[in-house]
């Protein structure tokens, strides 16, 4: 993600940004950490909650401008596909 000015196109606060996976890790396994959940979340493993969607194209393989044309090919939630493409 992105968080560029408007005016110039250059990051705010470049000192503060993370990478992708980074980001990924913060937002899965490192969040259920700190919710002392990892053992029932955050990662896909047998025995977890199934909450997760599956994209387009490998989010790793994008450039920083080319997040906004992923599109979402399944999402399930609760162990359920509530969304298909």
């Given amino acids: 993600m992105l968080r560029e000015s408007k005016a110039g196109g ?3 606060g470049p000192e503060q940004c993370v990478g992708l996976e980074e980001a990924l890790r913060a937002y899965t396994v490192n969040a259920a950490g700190q919710d002392f959940a990892e053992t029932w979340k955050g990662s896909i493993e047998p025995g977890k909650v199934a909450d997760l969607c599956v994209l387009d194209r490998p989010l790793l393989d994008l450039g920083a401008h080319e997040f906004t044309e ?3 090919d399944l ?3 609760d162990g359920r596909v509530v969304h298909e493409r």
Avoid: A
């Fill in 70 to 72: 992923v599109r979402v």
């Fill in 75 to 77: 999402t399930v939630f």
């Fill in 10 to 12: 250059r990051p705010g």
